[in-house]
């Protein structure tokens, strides 16, 4: 059974920096691509970093967050990372993380994800 489970949502000023991890189980980790997605309240879900199996060698992110996030992974950990830096109002959101349905598959869109977590709040004060 594929468990995903994210962690480090914290409220933070404005300015101020967090890092989320994402913890998953039941699966090969390193031969699976992965998926940081948000969703702001009242907003569609969308997706806001992606990174290649194994070495991480693709790392895709969302335009409004390119220079300021981080997404990396640790396969010896089994844990997905996303550096957020600089962080702003607007990345007000509910982070997921998302791993796809079959190894090396590194999806383009939601709908190519199959394993969710639950998700990890990030609150920016302004």
């Known amino acids: 059974q594929v468990q995903v489970v994210e962690s480090g949502g914290a409220l933070v000023q404005a300015g101020g920096s967090l890092t989320l991890s994402c913890t998953i189980s039941?699966?090969?980790?390193?031969?699976?691509?992965m998926g940081w997605f948000r969703q702001a309240p009242g907003k569609e879900r969308e997706g806001v970093a992606r990174?290649?199996?194994?070495?991480?060698?693709?790392?895709d992110y969302e335009d409004s967050v390119k220079g300021r996030f981080t997404i990396s992974r640790d396969n010896a950990k089994n844990t997905l990372y996303l550096q957020m830096n600089s962080l702003r109002h607007e990345d007000t959101a509910m982070y997921y993380c998302a791993v796809p349905s079959r190894p090396r598959f590194l999806p383009e869109t939601e709908p190519g994800y199959k394993y969710w977590g639950q998700g990890t709040q990030v609150t920016v004060s302004s």
């Open positions: 990174i290649s199996s194994r070495t991480g060698s693709t790392r």
């Open positions: 039941g699966l090969a980790f390193a031969d699976y691509a």
